[in-house]
């Protein structure tokens, strides 16, 4: 065991996920710093062969479909049956 450094990199904007692959052989040490901000973190670590690189995530989006001025306050039993939780309710 050399103790020497193979590879470094550096990430950055990584909230929506990095895949890093390598090809290991041996005994080798993966190391994490944090070079800025509160933490640095691996969710996962995986072994093997390397798969399909996932697609990126589709966009989230809205559509307007309508006023709804008759419902007022009684919203409940009209949207309520479309999984919407409500805090402390029954």
Do not use: C, E
């Amino acid at each position: 065991m050399s103790g020497a450094v193979l590879d470094t990199r550096t990430l950055t904007a990584f909230n929506a996920g990095k895949y890093l692959v390598w090809n290991l052989r041996g005994h080798v040490t993966l190391r994490v710093t944090r070079t800025a901000g509160d933490t640095s973190a691996i969710s996962g670590l995986f072994f093997g062969a390397a798969g399909a690189v996932p697609p990126p995530p589709v966009a989230a989006t809205a559509a307007f479909v309508r006023i709804d001025s008759a419902t007022q306050g009684t919203w409940k039993g009209v949207y309520g049956a479309d999984g919407f939780t409500m805090a402390n309710g029954p």
